[in-house]
Structure formats: C-alpha cells, structure tokens
C-alpha cells in the first residue's frame, strides 16, 4: 500500500482499518448489485451503531475495500443519517437487526 495514501479511522491515534478490525468486533456485508458488482458495504460496530459507504455509480470501476470500510467505521463512530437509497436502507436495517442480535441486545 502507498505510505501517502493511507487514510486512518481514527486521525488522532493513527488507527487503521486492519487494527480497528483486529482490535474491535465489528460486523459488515459488501452490497453488491444484481450483476455481483460491488456498489458499497454496511457495518456495525456496537449495538446502534451503523456505518455505510456507497460507490457513486460514476465510479463503478474504482471499488476500494479499504477506503469504503474507513468511510463506514468513521460514520458509524459518529452516527449520522443513513442512506436514502431503497437498496441501501433495506442492507442497513437488516444490519440493525443483525447487530441486535451479535451484540445481544434483548428487545423491549
């Protein structure tokens, strides 16, 4: 990988995706479109905490694992909305079921 070209999910610790996965459990699905192309990944890192990342659809040829993970843990680190797109809401609120139950979250 290019030293320069290193983005960090946490800036001020210089934490990377490959250490945040090895040192946290985290949850996440690649979405794929009906052709098996990549188009973006969802995640959860604790019981509520969603992240996502979409590949624009100008960009289809330009799918970067690494950076797409950094851009889903940062976003579920600092909860914001979730994606409008139909596709994507359905992946994201089958992650918020799924994390309920791998975080063991007992239902009210």
């Not at 799918?63 to 994507?88: E, G, V």
């Not at 992946?91 to 239902?107: G, I, L, P, T, W």
Request: aromatic share 10%.
């Amino acid at each position: 990988m290019n030293p320069s070209r290193i983005r960090y999910v946490d800036e001020k610790e210089k934490i990377t995706v490959e250490d945040y996965l090895k040192k946290n459990k985290v949850i996440f699905r690649f979405v794929r479109n009906k052709h098996g192309q990549p188009r973006g990944v969802v995640l959860a890192i604790g019981p509520g905490k969603i992240g996502w990342s979409k590949l624009h659809w100008l960009d289809a040829g330009k799918w970067n694992k690494h950076d797409a993970l950094t851009i889903a843990i940062r976003r579920a680190m600092n909860p914001n909305k979730l994606p409008i797109d139909a596709q994507f809401s359905e992946h994201c609120s089958e992650m918020v079921e799924r994390a309920d139950r791998y975080y063991k979250v007992k239902s009210v």
